[in-house]
Every structure is written in C-alpha cells, then in structure tokens.
C-alpha cells in the first residue's frame, strides 16, 4: 500500500550539491508539482545553517538569557540614572536604544522603571529579568549596558541602532 503521506523526491542539495532525498509531510505546504521543483537543502546543511542562525541570535541577545539577566541585577542592583539599552526584536530585526534607570527598585517586585522607549506596545517597567512588565511575552527586553553596542548607538541617529543578527555577531562575536 502506498503511504501518500509524505512524498519524496530525489534532489541536488542547492549549497552542497549532494545528492539527498527530500520529504514533505501532511499537510502539505505547498502542491506536489511545486514541492519537486523547487530547489532545497540536505538536512546536513539545514543543520548548519540552523546553528549559525542560533549563534547569530545569542549575539543579537548579546549573550544574555533572561535569567542571566536576573541573576546579573540581583548582583549588581541598577541605580538612578545608569544606563542600560533596549533589546527590540520587533519586525524582523534588532532595534538597540540606551535608556536610564528612572525608579532602579520599584514594588516588592523590585521593577526597573526606565525612560524612555516603547514600540508601542511595551511599557517603561522591566522585571529583574529583563521582561517587559506590560507585555512579558513581547519583543522588548531590557539588558544590562554593552560597551560596543552602546557607543555605536550614541553615533546614532535618534539613539537607535537597528542591526541584523549577523551583523551584532560581526561586532562582538
Ligand atoms: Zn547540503
């Protein structure tokens, strides 16, 4: 019996040229037709290329984890004007901007209230992880100051730096 499930097609992998066998899976994403003509990667270098996105995006997080984050303020309290910068992942790409520290220890929850950016949807008040308290779930986080990231974004315009993630691996590895 024939499993018409998935379907498999014999392909040329576009960046290695090796020769793979390529599956699509129900629900298909696209037409049969389409799916065998269009060109694809072996799983060995979608696996690569999967690494090097997820190396791209650790830097464009300058290496922090929200619970480095936490563990970072817990040991080094911020205080009333200190500079700390913005992490916005919003349409596609990773918008840096250098806030102060308004009110360093607000609530029981110890808040970080700074001033000022929003993109629109984010409020002024970060947890100690870094989490926007208005919109946990959302794309702006706060991070402790980088000392590149931070001179670059005073050259520029309006105080905001937009990069790619590649190009933040460039700058600090
Ligand atoms: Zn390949």
């Given at each position: 019996?024939?499993?018409?499930?998935?379907?498999?097609?014999q392909k040329t992998c576009?960046?290695?040229?090796?020769?793979?066998?390529?599956?699509?899976?129900?629900?298909?994403?696209?037409?049969?037709?389409?799916?065998?003509?269009?060109?694809?990667?072996?799983?060995?270098?979608?696996?690569?290329?999967?690494?090097?996105?997820?190396?791209?995006r650790n830097s464009a997080?300058?290496?922090?984890?929200?619970?480095?984050?936490?563990?970072?303020?817990?040991?080094?309290?911020?205080?009333?004007?200190?500079?700390?910068?913005i992490h916005d992942t919003?349409?596609?790409?990773?918008?840096?901007?250098?806030?102060?520290?308004?009110?360093?220890?607000?609530?029981?929850?110890?808040?970080?209230?700074?001033?000022?950016?929003?993109?629109?949807?984010?409020?002024?008040?970060?947890?100690?992880?870094?989490?926007?308290?208005?919109?946990?779930?959302?794309?702006?986080?706060?991070?402790?100051?980088?000392?590149?990231?931070?001179?670059?974004?005073?050259?520029?315009?309006?105080?905001?730096?937009?990069?790619?993630?590649?190009?933040?691996?460039?700058?600090?590895?």
């Amino acid at each position: 019996m024939k499993n018409n499930s998935v379907v498999e097609c014999q392909k040329t992998c576009s960046h290695c040229h090796n020769k793979f066998t390529a599956r699509m899976m129900k629900p298909f994403p696209t037409s049969v037709r389409d799916f065998k003509l269009s060109s694809g990667k072996c799983r060995e270098c979608r696996e690569k290329q999967q690494k090097v996105f997820q190396k791209h995006r650790n830097s464009a997080a300058l290496h922090w984890t929200f619970d480095g984050v936490k563990e970072h303020f817990e040991g080094n309290p911020p205080y009333v004007g200190q500079e700390l910068l913005i992490h916005d992942t919003s349409w596609h790409t990773n918008t840096y901007a250098i806030v102060t520290v308004k009110v360093p220890s607000h609530t029981r929850q110890k808040r970080i209230i700074v001033e000022s950016y929003t993109n629109g949807y984010s409020g002024q008040s970060f947890y100690r992880s870094g989490k926007n308290c208005f919109s946990p779930k959302g794309q702006v986080k706060l991070l402790p100051y980088n000392e590149k990231i931070g001179s670059l974004i005073k050259k520029s315009p309006r105080n905001e730096l937009r990069l790619s993630s590649q190009e933040v691996y460039d700058i600090i590895g």
